[in-house]
Each structure stands twice: as C-alpha cells, then as structure tokens.
C-alpha cells in the first residue's frame, strides 16, 4: 500500500506541478484582453483652438468634446512639425523629423527605424490603420492590417478578436481642397473666427466656413467610432487619443512654426484610468507619445526615442513636463531650414532663408484666404499682422511673448529688455540641434514646386531632387 500511495502521490506532484508552471508560465488571452487598447485619431491640418473644448465660440463638435470632458485635455502640447507625413512619422517613430530621416514632406521613413505597432507586438496588440497612412511602405507594413474606408473599423474590432488592439485612425479632413454640402446645416460664414493675420472679407469667411465643415464631419465620424466601442463594451478600457498632425490650411499657420502651424489638439480619454474633466498645462510634445505608451503597456523604451513618458498624468503623479518643446519646417512644396524653441511663455525662431518670403504650401497657394492677401497687398493697404507673412528681409531671429501676443506679430528679438532670455533660448536651441544630429542648411536644398510671392504651381513633382549647396565647413 504504501509503495502505491507513494507512486500515486509522485503523479499526482508531476500534473500539479506541470499544471502550475502551464498556468502561470503560458501567456493567456484573457490577461492580455487586459490591456488598454489604444485608438489614435489624426486630424489632417486641424488647428487646435478649432474645437468647441478648445474655445471656438462657433464650431459644433461635440464628440471631441466628449473626449475632452471625460479625459484628459492638453493646453500646452506641441508638434514637432507643422508638416503632414514628416510630423506623423515623428509621433509613430517617437523621434524628431530631422533625426528620423523622413523631414520633409513625402519622403518615405528609413527601412532602419521601428515604429510603435512593432513594438506593440511583443504585448500581443493587434494593429492597423484606417485612411491617411503617409509615413511609406516599410512603416505600414508594420501594421497588422489595413484598410483606406474610414467606415471599415467595425472589420477591425472583427479582426482583432480577443487581443488587445492598436489602431491609428489617418483622417483627411479638414484639409483641402473644399466641397460644397458635405453636411446637414452647413457653417454660416458669419460664424467663424478670422485671426488678424488674415483678411476679414467674405473669400476669406466663406473658406473658413468650408473648413469647418470638414471638422464637423470628421467629428461625426469620430462619434462613430465611439459607438461602436461601447456597443462592444470596449470603451471603458481603451486609451483614446486625438490630435492634428499640423495647423489650418491657412497662410501663417500650417506649414509655420508659429503656434497656429505647430500647436496641437491633445486629448486622452480612457474611462477606466483617467479622470475625467481633468486639464494640463505642461509643455508637452508628440515625440513624448510613443514612450508614454510603451511605458503604460510594460515595454522596455529603445534608444531610438527622443522624447519622455508622460504617463504620470494619467493618474496625477506629479510630472515636470519639459522646460522646452522643439520645432522644425523643411520641404513642404518651398523649401525651408526653420527651427524654434519654446518655453511656457516665450518663442525663439530661427531662420535659415532669410532673403526669401516665407514658403508657403500648394494649397495655401490655391486657396481664397491668400488670394484675398495678396489683392490687398496689391493695395498696400495690408494690416501689420498680415504683412508679417510678406516680410523681406526677414530676420535670422525672431522673438516673441507668447503671453502677451498669442498671434506672435511682434517680433521683441532686438528688445533690450529681452536678451538675457533671448540668450538663453539660442544656446538651448543650439544645444538641441546638436545633440539631435540636425543637418546644417548649408548642405542641401531642394527647388520650389510653388511661388512664393503669386501662391503659383511651378512644378508637378511631388518630391524634387536635392540640390547640394555646400558643406558646413
């Protein structure tokens, strides 16, 4: 008897034992179901204060102010370009364009470089992403699955079955061109908010009347979205973000690194862990979202990041924030070599090409909002604000107080009284390009396919050749 009880009892310690380690050691669809699944929702050349949560007094857009009121809303957050493809491979690769290789607009990102669905992986994420990819084939091919019908996402949630998904939601709205009766009750021209850099005539109120529309329509899709996850019961644990991957399709704003080019919508929704009605104002930049969320999901952060975690805020543990946030334009249709720093209240620009107008994008170019400038330049009878974007020279330099002037019309950079900060900020900015391997404007440059004086089409080619200028020696 005893021999048996003994032989039973050995057995029985084996299946025990190979039942512990097959319990504890195999990893388990349901514990990875766990983690949030994360939705990010690209605006394409959405301003950031073009939003009811945001202050827009006029613009109807209630499911990002959904968003915003049960999340969390950024008030300070800034891309790292105002550049659609270059700013979108920047928040996926979490690295500066100038750093990622991928700068300036249409130029695909390295086969070298890994982006977050890859990192995802190793934490089980299904991915994909809908509509707008422009950041070029190697990066979507880390994707899981992809599809250009923005009304596809139900297949998505279907194809990701148990595991816990990541999806970039690409949008093309609002950008341009503009159509007329995209929406029930379309914006009265009326009703919109005409910033002092442009002019306040009826081309220009009924072209930021189009613009609306096509915010209001890319909200609804969003209220879509939303929908069908809490149909799913998905909602409460899934990390919700919203951004723009750079400013309105104005003169001065997209394509600038003044705030209105470079300054973001930020939200975070996620029931489950964030409180609601909850506001930030620390300096925040997009190369901090892909560390933050391979922080959030227990993923080891590769070097290639140059960005913090700021997943401190989603619980309100005290986080700095950074002291400064950076800012570039490169190629955008006109060639330019342009990088700023930020601080909470001041902006320091750097100008490469100093005897040429700003550039300006083909669709700036085209549209009715620099057409109305350019007649009342004609005129001479332009407003200082709207003169800024004309300047020539214009200066190496620019300087401005934020607090004092949000639309950033008066440069203060030969202010007396602003030089020590101005002194700083120049070694800060130095200090970054350096560490950041940033290419000197000496080295290349590529031809203009726009006018920059007339907003004229010069050349159908989407990405010009380089043309080497130089050394930095």
């Not at 514990?31 to 301003?47: F, H, M, T, W």
């Not at 105002?82 to 928040?91: L, T």
């Not at 994909?128 to 297949?155: P, R, V």
């Not at 070097?303 to 490169?330: C, H, M, T, W």
Request: charged fraction near 25%.
């Amino acid at each position: 008897m005893h021999n048996v009880y003994s032989r039973s009892y050995g057995y029985l310690t084996i299946v025990l034992g190979i039942s512990f380690f097959i319990l504890n050691c195999t990893p388990k669809p349901r514990d990875i179901a766990k983690a949030p699944n994360i939705l990010i929702l690209v605006a394409d050349d959405a301003g950031w204060e073009d939003f009811g949560c945001y202050g827009n007094p006029y613009i109807k857009t209630p499911n990002v102010d959904y968003l915003a009121k049960n999340g969390l809303k950024a008030t300070n957050a800034f891309l790292t370009t105002a550049q659609c493809s270059p700013s979108r491979i920047s928040i996926l690769t979490g690295k500066y364009p100038h750093a990622s290789g991928a700068e300036d607009l249409h130029m695909p990102m390295p086969d070298s470089l890994d982006i977050l669905p890859g990192f995802l992986k190793e934490k089980g994420y299904f991915s994909g992403f809908l509509k707008k990819g422009h950041i070029g084939s190697y990066a979507e091919t880390q994707f899981d699955w992809h599809q250009k019908d923005l009304n596809a996402f139900d297949q998505f949630l279907d194809a990701a079955e148990m595991n816990p998904f990541f999806m970039w939601v690409g949008f093309t709205d609002p950008h341009r061109p503009y159509k007329e009766d995209i929406i029930e009750e379309p914006q009265s021209p009326s009703k919109v908010v005409v910033p002092p850099y442009l002019i306040d005539d009826q081309d220009t109120r009924n072209d930021l009347a189009d613009y609306y529309n096509y915010i209001r329509r890319m909200d609804a899709q969003i209220g879509e979205y939303l929908d069908q996850l809490k149909k799913r019961s998905l909602l409460d644990n899934t990390l919700v973000i919203f951004l723009s991957d750079n400013g309105a399709p104005f003169p001065r704003a997209k394509g600038t690194v003044y705030d209105a080019g470079v300054k973001t919508p930020l939200i975070f929704s996620w029931p489950d862990k964030i409180l609601a009605q909850t506001q930030t104002d620390k300096l925040i930049s997009v190369v901090d979202i892909a560390p933050t969320l391979l922080d959030l999901v227990g993923v080891p952060l590769p070097k290639q990041f140059q960005g913090n975690s700021i997943e401190g805020l989603f619980s309100e543990d005290a986080i700095q924030g950074n002291p400064y946030v950076f800012s570039e334009r490169n190629w955008h249709d006109s060639d330019e070599h342009i990088r700023s720093i930020r601080t909470p209240r001041y902006k320091l620009i750097k100008n490469a090409y100093i005897n040429l107008p700003h550039g300006i994008t083909t669709d700036i170019g085209r549209s009715p909002s620099f057409k109305s400038l350019l007649k009342e330049k004609e005129r001479n009878s332009l407003t200082k604000a709207q003169s800024r974007l004309f300047e020539l020279p214009r200066s190496e330099y620019e300087f401005y107080d934020i607090e004092k002037d949000p639309y950033e019309i008066n440069n203060l950079i030969n202010d007396p009284d602003s030089q020590k900060i101005i002194v700083l900020l120049k070694e800060e900015l130095k200090k970054w390009m350096d560490q950041t391997g940033d290419f000197s404007p000496k080295i290349r440059r590529r031809p203009d396919k726009v006018n920059r004086y007339t907003g004229e089409v010069l050349d159908k080619v989407r990405l010009p050749e380089w043309i080497e200028v130089g050394n930095t020696n």
